[in-house]
């Protein structure tokens, strides 16, 4: 079965980002069980609940987009950019379950997450991520991301999990 990339267009679209984004907020639960503070405060510190409450403001235009991957009528995965600065976006929310993986969703969304933010106007994406999301990193460094300095101030006990990192559009 195709999976179609498509750029958020309507409230319902929406509603599936902010139940996609809940999920992976309970995976990382998961994947921070040793460390559950972790996950609380770095979502706290990012104001997830009240982003959760204006999705569309966050992640649409004019600041941004939000892409879904849909199968069969079903959203697979998700992902986001926001306006950073003129030439400069950050990818937010990427996520596919785990009863996906491996179907190659996750780089696709990448790939047309950097597509439609060159088209925007954007010449580089950044993103922050945790720092046990290993399998995450590996497909970003695939593509063409590298480690780069912090270009957000967390505070300094979240620090040592954040890995920030970078790409060149045009890559």
Known sequence: MNT??????????????????REYVAWCRTRYAHDPWFVDAAFGYQ???????????AYG????????????????????????SAD???????????RFHGKGIGKQLCKALFAVAEQDGYSRMR?????????????YKGLGFRE???YHDYPPDLMPYIVFMERDLQA
């Open 47 to 57: 104001g997830l609940e009240a982003e959760l409450e204006g999705l569309s403001k």
């Open 88 to 98: 400069t976006c950050e990818m937010k929310r990427l996520y596919v379950p785990v």
């Open 127 to 139: 993103l922050d991520t945790a720092n046990l999301l290993t399998e995450a990193i590996a497909m």
């Open 148 to 150: 780069c300095p912090p």
């Open 61 to 84: 235009p004019p600041k941004g987009k939000t892409l879904l991957a849909v199968a069969g009528g079903e959203v697979k995965g998700a992902c986001a950019y926001r306006r950073l």
């Open 4 to 21: 179609d990339i498509r750029v958020a267009a309507d409230e319902e679209d929406y509603r599936a980002f902010g139940m996609l984004i």
